[in-house]
C-alpha cells in the first residue's frame, strides 16, 4: 500500500508553484477580449452585450493549430443545424399560440428541439458538433415568448456564433514570429516520460510534445523497448522524425 502511493508522497513534500500559463488560456482570453470588442464597437453595452460568440471562441479553441480548421468547420455545421431547429419550433410557437401558453408543454419541446440538435449532428457524422448545435438552438429559442421576429432572432445568433468561431480560429492560427533552430535535433528517452513499458504517456507530456513537433522541432524518442510497446506508450503522439527503438537496434 505504502509502495503504491509513494509518489503521492514525494509530490506532497515538493514546494507548490503557481502552473505555467499556456498558450491556449492566453488565446481563449485574447479571442473574448476580441469577441466583446466586436460588439463594443457595434453600440453595444452592458445587458444588451451578446454572449454567445465570447461562449463560442470558449468552446472552438484548440489545443492544436492543425486541428483548428476542422473544428471551426465542425462547429459552424452545429451552429446551422441548431439555428434551423430553433427557427422552426420558434415559428411553429408563433403560428399555434397555444403550445407556448403551457410552460409544460413549451419546456418538452425545448427539450425535444435539443434531442433534434444533437442527434442531427450524430446523422451528419459530425458528434463535435453536437454540442454547440443544442447551445445555439437555445440560445434561440430560450427568450420565448419575448421574441417578436423568430427569423431575426435566429440571424443574430447565427450571426454571433459566427463572429466567436472567426475569431477564435484567427487567434489560434496566428503567432508571433520567433527565431528557430531548424539545425537542431532533441534526444528524449521514453524512460523519462513513463514509468515502464505498459504505461501511457501523462496528457500533459502528450500535449507538450505534439506541440513542439508541430512547431517543427526535430525530436528522436529513444525506447528500450520493441516497437508494439512503443507505441502503445506513445499512443496520441504525431511522430514526424524516425524513433529508435529496441536500445538502438533498430530505427522505427
Known amino acids: 500500500m505504502r509502495n503504491r502511493f509513494s509518489h503521492i508522497i514525494r509530490q506532497s513534500d515538493e514546494p507548490w508553484?503557481?502552473?505555467?500559463?499556456?498558450?491556449?488560456?492566453?488565446k481563449t482570453t485574447v479571442a473574448v477580449f476580441l469577441c466583446l470588442m466586436f460588439y463594443y464597437l457595434?453600440?453595444?453595452?452592458?445587458?444588451?452585450?451578446?454572449?454567445?460568440?465570447?461562449?463560442?471562441?470558449?468552446?472552438?479553441?484548440?489545443?492544436?493549430?492543425?486541428?483548428?480548421?476542422?473544428?471551426?468547420?465542425?462547429r459552424f455545421i452545429g451552429?446551422?443545424?441548431?439555428?434551423?431547429?430553433?427557427?422552426?419550433?420558434?415559428?411553429?410557437?408563433?403560428?399555434?399560440?397555444l403550445l407556448g401558453a403551457n410552460?409544460?408543454?413549451?419546456?418538452?419541446?425545448?427539450?425535444?428541439?435539443?434531442?433534434?440538435?444533437?442527434?442531427?449532428?450524430?446523422?451528419?457524422?459530425?458528434?463535435?458538433a453536437s454540442g454547440l448545435a443544442s447551445i445555439v438552438f437555445l440560445c434561440i429559442v430560450i427568450a420565448f415568448p419575448d421574441i417578436e421576429e423568430p427569423l431575426r432572432q435566429a440571424a443574430h445568433r447565427l450571426l454571433d456564433v459566427f463572429v466567436g468561431t472567426t475569431i477564435a480560429t484567427v487567434v489560434n492560427?496566428?503567432?508571433?514570429?520567433?527565431?528557430?533552430?531548424?539545425?537542431?535535433?532533441?534526444?528524449?528517452?521514453?524512460?523519462?516520460?513513463?514509468?515502464?513499458?505498459?504505461?501511457?504517456?501523462?496528457?500533459?507530456?502528450?500535449?507538450?510534445?505534439?506541440?513542439?513537433?508541430?512547431?517543427?522541432?526535430?525530436?528522436?524518442?529513444?525506447?528500450e523497448h520493441a516497437p508494439a510497446f512503443f507505441m502503445l506508450q506513445m499512443s496520441g503522439i504525431r511522430l514526424s522524425a524516425p524513433q529508435i527503438v529496441m536500445d538502438g537496434a533498430a530505427i522505427y
Open 173 to 223: 492560427v496566428v503567432r508571433l514570429p520567433r527565431s528557430k533552430r531548424w539545425d537542431l535535433c532533441f534526444f528524449v528517452r521514453t524512460r523519462d516520460l513513463v514509468p515502464d513499458r505498459f504505461s501511457h504517456i501523462s496528457p500533459t507530456a502528450l500535449f507538450q510534445l505534439n506541440y513542439l513537433y508541430n512547431d517543427g522541432a526535430k525530436i528522436c524518442l529513444m525506447s
Open 17 to 26: 508553484v503557481l502552473p505555467h500559463l499556456g498558450q491556449r488560456i492566453v
Open 103 to 128: 410552460m409544460l408543454v413549451l419546456y418538452l419541446m425545448m427539450a425535444a428541439g435539443v434531442l433534434l440538435s444533437l442527434y442531427s449532428a450524430v446523422i451528419l457524422r459530425m458528434p463535435d
Open 42 to 74: 457595434r453600440g453595444y453595452r452592458g445587458q444588451d452585450m451578446p454572449t454567445e460568440a465570447a461562449i463560442t471562441a470558449i468552446i472552438c479553441m484548440q489545443p492544436y493549430v492543425r486541428d483548428t480548421g476542422e473544428y471551426a468547420l465542425n
Open 79 to 97: 451552429t446551422i443545424i441548431g439555428a434551423l431547429w430553433g427557427l422552426l419550433l420558434l415559428l411553429l410557437l408563433n403560428d399555434f399560440p
